[in-house]
């Protein structure tokens, strides 16, 4: 079964700055929209950012100009640049495509942010 794996989540003090990463294994990972969607306790999953196959990029209002997503189609990677952090921004991150549960029908484990002082 193909696993998603993100990584690079930590504790970060308010304005500081995270890199997320995430593998994403797949002979057709250059063609898809992927996605970093974030979770709190008791609350639904959303998404914050996409980029499709060719780099184009969107992102919800609450991160945009904070977070930058990216990729690396040769590496089967997605990255999620995370600038300006704020304590909303805590939550557990993962990638999938947009939407989800096509490809990849299970989601990772997630990586965990948290931004506090």
């Known amino acids: 079964q193909v696993q998603l794996v993100e990584s690079g989540g930590g504790l970060v003090q308010p304005g500081g700055s995270l890199r997320l990463s995430c593998a994403a294994p797949g002979s057709i990972f250059s063609i898809l929209v992927m996605g970093w969607y974030r979770q709190t306790p008791g609350k639904q999953r959303d998404l914050v950012a996409t980029?499709?196959?060719?780099?184009?990029?969107n992102y919800a209002d609450s991160v945009k100009g904070r977070f930058t997503i990216s990729r690396d189609n040769a590496k089967k990677m997605v990255y999620l640049q995370m600038d300006s952090l704020k304590p909303e921004d805590t939550a557990v991150y993962y990638c999938?495509?947009?939407?989800?549960?096509?490809?990849?029908?299970?989601w990772g484990q997630g990586t965990q942010v948290t931004v506090s002082s």
């Open positions: 999938n495509t947009d939407p989800p549960g096509g490809v990849f029908r299970s």
């Open positions: 980029i499709t196959g060719g780099g184009r990029t």
